[in-house]
């Protein structure tokens, strides 16, 4: 199976965002990862539903968002409408998770769950169902450009097995790196997030960021099981 590649924005040159994501797409993404963070969550501050509405039609393939706010669901909406495709929750921070999760499907968007590094897998053993994606945070969030944390595959393998037949990709977020893929996509990953193994520092030629994908896709189909 195709290995698909979700460049994440976070280390685009923010000045130039509908260009940085044009370019992307040319370099042959699959999907664009969109991190929200709110400064109290996760230690960082980035963007909201302005700014997705504002890069939305820049954006051809799937607009991949993931919300590390608290609280997420009165934002949910508002995130639909600035055109999201997918809408990733942390559960660490929804304590109605089943129902948060019928909303976002509701609104009309593929409905995921981000799991940071230290919660386990059974979190979501009663809302499979209602499932599309599972991030696997392969960093504590907040940042870019983190190292890798080895802890997470037997998580990715774990998923994999609760998954079983059902159509839910496993998307691993952070520290993805031609090095790293190799790892994930053995252990089960569908979707491989990266940030600042694709843009660097940002702003620079499609044909560079065209290598970076291809070098992360073809780590990872090589070794994939
Ligand atoms: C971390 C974010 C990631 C991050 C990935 O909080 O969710 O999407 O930007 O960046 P890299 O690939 O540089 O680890
Ligand atoms: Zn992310």
């Given at each position: 199976m195709s290995i698909k590649i979700s460049p994440s924005i976070l280390s685009a040159d923010?000045?130039?965002?509908?260009?940085?994501?044009r370019a992307i797409e040319e370099a042959g993404c699959d999907w664009v990862h969109?991190?929200?963070m709110d400064g109290h969550f996760v230690p960082n501050l980035t963007i909201g539903p302005g700014v997705c509405k504002a890069i939305r039609p820049?954006?051809?393939t799937v607009m991949d968002v993931h919300?590390?706010?608290e609280p997420?669901?009165?934002?949910r909406k508002a995130f639909a409408e600035a055109g999201a495709d997918n809408i990733s929750i942390h559960p660490e921070v929804h304590p109605h998770l089943d129902r948060s999760l019928q909303v976002i499907r509701d609104l009309g968007c593929k409905a995921g769950v981000a799991l940071n590094p230290s919660t386990?897998?059974?979190i979501l053993e009663n809302?499979?169902?209602r499932l599309d994606m599972i991030i696997v945070m392969s960093?504590?969030?907040g940042f870019g450009g983190q190292s890798f944390l080895h802890s997470q595959i037997q998580k990715i393998r774990a998923l994999k097995a609760m998954i079983g037949d059902r159509d839910i990709l496993i998307e691993v977020d952070g520290g993805i790196t031609p090095t790293t893929a190799p790892l994930v996509a053995e252990a089960g990953a569908d979707v491989l997030v990266a940030g600042s193994a694709v843009y660097g520092k940002g702003g620079q030629e499609t044909s560079v960021y065209a290598a970076n994908i291809k070098a992360i896709r073809e780590a990872g189909e090589a070794a994939q099981s």
């Amino acid at each position: 199976m195709s290995i698909k590649i979700s460049p994440s924005i976070l280390s685009a040159d923010f000045a130039n965002l509908g260009h940085e994501i044009r370019a992307i797409e040319e370099a042959g993404c699959d999907w664009v990862h969109v991190d929200v963070m709110d400064g109290h969550f996760v230690p960082n501050l980035t963007i909201g539903p302005g700014v997705c509405k504002a890069i939305r039609p820049h954006i051809k393939t799937v607009m991949d968002v993931h919300l590390m706010i608290e609280p997420a669901d009165p934002f949910r909406k508002a995130f639909a409408e600035a055109g999201a495709d997918n809408i990733s929750i942390h559960p660490e921070v929804h304590p109605h998770l089943d129902r948060s999760l019928q909303v976002i499907r509701d609104l009309g968007c593929k409905a995921g769950v981000a799991l940071n590094p230290s919660t386990p897998v059974n979190i979501l053993e009663n809302v499979m169902d209602r499932l599309d994606m599972i991030i696997v945070m392969s960093v504590n969030p907040g940042f870019g450009g983190q190292s890798f944390l080895h802890s997470q595959i037997q998580k990715i393998r774990a998923l994999k097995a609760m998954i079983g037949d059902r159509d839910i990709l496993i998307e691993v977020d952070g520290g993805i790196t031609p090095t790293t893929a190799p790892l994930v996509a053995e252990a089960g990953a569908d979707v491989l997030v990266a940030g600042s193994a694709v843009y660097g520092k940002g702003g620079q030629e499609t044909s560079v960021y065209a290598a970076n994908i291809k070098a992360i896709r073809e780590a990872g189909e090589a070794a994939q099981s």
